[in-house]
């Protein structure tokens, strides 16, 4: 399943064992995973891990590192 939040996308996928989603932002040289235990929890953890990043790379004063 993919996701898309702005211009960013996401990867999820189910672990059964667990009853969770993860996912991990594409197309980025650094690394932004997110969770959840429901669709409504997974994408709030999306969008705010993006923002947090987003936030990270603006206090760094940097572009974010897309591929």
Sequence with gaps: ???KYKEYIGK?????E?????????GLNDVI???GTNPEELEKAFKDS???YLDW???LN???KKI
Excluded: L, N, W
């Excluded at 999820?12 to 059964?16: A, F, G, L, M, S």
């Excluded at 667990?18 to 594409?26: D, S």
């Design 1 to 3: 399943m993919m996701m």
């Design 12 to 16: 999820v996928e189910y672990d059964p």
């Design 18 to 26: 667990a009853k969770i989603f993860h996912g991990e932002v594409i």
């Design 33 to 35: 995973t997110f969770q």
């Design 50 to 52: 993006i923002e947090d």
């Design 57 to 59: 790379c603006k206090e």
């Design 62 to 64: 940097r572009s974010p």
